[in-house]
């Protein structure tokens, strides 16, 4: 069965933050919160690999 992938468009509300006007100390916690959520989208694809080897070895039987 080929895999299907369903692309998700960014919501229209979404855009990189402008940087201009940020101290440097509103960019170093602009970027922290970048970071915890990057790590939370690693989380996630981490999650979904091991449902897919899951659902792959009960299938596969």
Known sequence: MD???IVIPKPADWA???????SVEALKIYVEDLERELERVKSEIGNRGVVRSEAD???KK
């Open 3 to 5: 895999d299907i992938e």
């Open 16 to 22: 990189p933050r402008i940087l201009d006007n940020l």
């Open 57 to 59: 070895a009960v299938f």
